[in-house]
């Protein structure tokens, strides 16, 4: 069986690289395509894969600038040969489902999410992007959309990361989704018996994940955070923030691994698809105070592994956290760590298997005479009724 991973791009080592790493295992033969490719970006087993990549490539500045050339995207996935494989996993999240494969190929989407700047998270993007930004989606979401939802039609299965994927994929392409969790190293994550005073809030530091919530409500408590991570709002924020808040940026993973393990608690206060990060944090015994919305919910049990808060305002994190405080005498490590034993790539390497199982027998056999053999086994084995004149 010939395989083909199609990825929107490599540029970096994120969750969905992380996919596309495991599926190198799982097809340690198949070739890759993607939009753009950086080698020095990703890791050594998707750099000794064959990757092959669109036009998009060669256009001037892309591996930079590649989220500008959205509008070609969809020619370019058009444009892929593809005549060769028989099983085309397309990992999604920008454009990456929308090629043509043989009838009797099986086309299986793992998404991550349904494009978040076509969809639900439009109204955002257009917020905080610059004019140019704002022109561009103003001239090409429309086709972009129709494109998007057309082009779901020609995926045999979907599979989505979380139970609010699978809900999005239903709502903006009215296709059904199996839900398998992306692959997380929890082993690789340590209980520690030392826990530093400071809560924890990681990731990228960018609009639609609100560390800007987080900062104003520890600046009311005064309680010490730890913010980790950069993005565009980096400086705004740490001039808005005071004494007790300290950021750090760049940090090593062995490094890492040890501010889960000793962090109070993770203040997790975005809307993500899946969010990888909360899953490390309690796989490390550490508890996590989530918005209540978007995978959050799929990932941390309520009570046992930590808490949610009901809005994305100042107010509402200010309360949750006080209620986290008389909760956490009452927090289990090793509890905790046990909930995520179901997000281990072994778990993601059987759901994935299955699905590509599932949608085979979905297929019709392309051999006529297979077909005609079926049909007649079907009408033999139905008991026969004589007509009388």
Same mark, same amino acid.
């Given at each position: 069986?010939?395989?083909?991973?199609?990825?929107? +791009?490599?540029?970096?080592?994120?969750?969905?690289?992380?996919?596309?790493?495991?599926?190198?295992?799982?097809?340690?033969?198949?070739?890759?395509?993607?939009? %753009?490719? #950086? =080698?020095?970006?990703?890791?050594?087993?998707?750099?000794?894969?064959?990757?092959?990549?669109?036009?998009?490539?060669?256009?001037?500045?892309?591996?930079?600038?590649?989220?500008?050339?959205? =509008? *070609?995207?969809?020619?370019?996935?058009?444009?892929?040969? @593809?005549?060769?494989?028989?099983?085309?996993?397309? /990992?999604?999240?920008?454009?990456?489902?929308?090629?043509?494969?043989?009838?009797?190929?099986?086309?299986?989407?793992?998404?991550?999410?349904?494009?978040?700047?076509?969809?639900?998270?439009?109204?955002?993007?257009?917020?905080?992007?610059?004019?140019?930004?704002?022109?561009?989606? #103003?001239?090409?979401?429309?086709? @972009?959309?129709?494109?998007?939802?057309?082009?779901?039609?020609?995926?045999?299965? *979907? %599979?989505?990361?979380?139970?609010?994927?699978?809900?999005?994929?239903?709502?903006?392409?009215?296709?059904?989704?199996?839900?398998?969790?992306?692959?997380?190293?929890?082993?690789?994550?340590?209980?520690?018996?030392?826990?530093? =005073?400071?809560?924890?809030?990681?990731?990228?530091?960018?609009?639609?994940?609100?560390?800007?919530?987080?900062?104003?409500?520890?600046?009311?408590?005064?309680?010490?955070?730890?913010? !980790?991570?950069?993005?565009?709002?980096?400086?705004?924020?740490?001039?808005?923030?005071?004494?007790?808040?300290? *950021?750090?940026?760049?940090?090593?993973?062995?490094?890492?691994?040890?501010?889960?393990?000793?962090?109070?608690?993770?203040?997790?206060?975005?809307?993500?698809?899946?969010?990888?990060?909360?899953?490390?944090?309690?796989?490390?015994?550490?508890?996590? @105070?989530?918005?209540?919305?978007?995978?959050?919910? #799929?990932?941390?049990?309520?009570?046992?592994?930590?808490?949610?808060?009901?809005?994305?305002? !100042?107010? /509402?994190? !200010?309360?949750?956290?006080?209620?986290?405080?008389? +909760?956490?005498?009452?927090? /289990?490590?090793?509890?905790?760590?046990?909930?995520?034993?179901? *997000?281990?790539?072994?778990?993601?390497?059987?759901?994935?298997?299955?699905?590509?199982?599932?949608?085979?027998?979905?297929?019709?056999?392309?051999?006529?005479?297979?077909? %005609?053999?079926?049909?007649?086994?079907?009408?033999?084995?139905?008991?026969?009724?004589?007509?009388?004149?």
């Amino acid at each position: 069986m010939k395989v083909a991973i199609i990825h929107y +791009w490599l540029i970096g080592m994120r969750g969905g690289e992380r996919v596309v790493e495991r599926l190198l295992r799982l097809y340690p033969n198949a070739d890759i395509f993607t939009h %753009v490719y #950086d =080698p020095s970006r990703v890791s050594a087993a998707i750099r000794t894969a064959n990757v092959r990549t669109t036009f998009i490539q060669k256009l001037p500045g892309a591996v930079r600038h590649y989220q500008k050339y959205l =509008p *070609f995207m969809p020619r370019a996935l058009e444009g892929l040969d @593809l005549s060769a494989y028989d099983l085309v996993i397309s /990992s999604e999240s920008g454009p990456a489902k929308g090629v043509i494969t043989r009838p009797d190929a099986v086309h299986i989407c793992y998404c991550h999410s349904p494009m978040r700047y076509l969809w639900d998270q439009a109204p955002l993007y257009a917020k905080t992007g610059g004019f140019l930004a704002r022109l561009a989606m #103003d001239l090409f979401s429309h086709h @972009l959309r129709i494109w998007d939802v057309t082009t779901a039609l020609r995926v045999d299965r *979907f %599979v989505a990361n979380s139970s609010f994927v699978s809900q999005r994929i239903n709502k903006y392409y009215r296709r059904n989704a199996d839900i398998v969790y992306p692959p997380v190293d929890v082993d690789a994550f340590k209980i520690s018996s030392e826990i530093a =005073p400071h809560y924890l809030w990681l990731g990228q530091l960018t609009a639609y994940k609100r560390p800007d919530i987080a900062i104003e409500a520890f600046n009311q408590l005064g309680l010490p955070l730890l913010v !980790v991570g950069d993005g565009e709002m980096a400086s705004k924020l740490r001039a808005l923030a005071k004494p007790n808040i300290q *950021f750090r940026k760049n940090v090593p993973f062995a490094e890492l691994k040890k501010i889960y393990a000793t962090a109070r608690g993770l203040i997790f206060t975005a809307e993500e698809d899946f969010g990888i990060v909360p899953v490390e944090m309690m796989a490390s015994g550490r508890p996590v @105070l989530a918005y209540g919305r978007g995978g959050a919910l #799929d990932t941390v049990v309520e009570g046992v592994s930590g808490q949610f808060f009901n809005e994305q305002s !100042v107010s /509402s994190v !200010v309360d949750a956290i006080r209620a986290f405080e008389t +909760w956490l005498p009452h927090f /289990s490590p090793d509890a905790a760590k046990m909930t995520t034993a179901r *997000f281990a790539p072994e778990r993601f390497d059987e759901g994935i298997l299955e699905c590509v199982q599932n949608a085979r027998e979905d297929i019709p056999p392309s051999n006529p005479r297979s077909r %005609v053999a079926s049909q007649l086994s079907v009408r033999d084995s139905v008991t026969p009724i004589t007509i009388v004149k």
